[in-house]
């Protein structure tokens, strides 16, 4: 088993950043692909068509998400995301761990890629 830590700045504030993270809508408009999300603890969640399915765990509002999310029916890892503001921009931290080995290489792409770089991207044109 792998974990992937990353951070990034964008110029956005924790507000706008928390509610692009759960509103479903918003999430379609960063990622350009069909989202199901909701704040309640227990919810399943799905993203980018069905390719990220999980487990919402806990919200802070404006602050941090937990997720888990599933490979397959039989394993699950954990994403922690949390939001600091910092001065016209906010920190977002990622923390995912528990992704299987030959899941890793696909991950971290896709949190680098697809997750952070539209992120930065929707906020920043």
């Known amino acids: 088993m792998k974990s992937i830590k990353l951070q990034t700045r964008i110029k956005a504030t924790p507000e706008e950043v928390y509610?692009?993270?759960?509103?479903?809508?918003?999430?379609?408009?960063?990622?350009?692909?069909?989202?199901?999300?909701?704040?309640?603890?227990?919810?399943?969640?799905?993203?980018?068509?069905?390719?990220?399915?999980?487990?919402?765990?806990?919200?802070?509002?404006?602050?941090?998400?937990?997720?888990?999310?599933?490979?397959?029916?039989?394993?699950?890892?954990?994403?922690?995301i949390k939001i600091f503001p910092e001065k016209a921009y906010c920190q977002i931290r990622i923390e995912h761990t528990d992704i299987p080995d030959d899941a890793y290489g696909n991950m971290l792409e896709g949190w680098k890629d697809v997750y952070l770089e539209s992120l930065k991207t929707f906020f920043e044109l």
């Open 19 to 80: 509610l692009a993270l759960t509103n479903p809508f918003t999430i379609e408009l960063w990622t350009g692909e069909p989202a199901v999300m909701s704040e309640e603890p227990g919810s399943e969640f799905m993203m980018l068509d069905g390719y990220i399915t999980g487990k919402n765990i806990a919200f802070e509002p404006n602050k941090s998400i937990q997720q888990i999310w599933y490979f397959g029916e039989n394993h699950h890892s954990e994403v922690s």
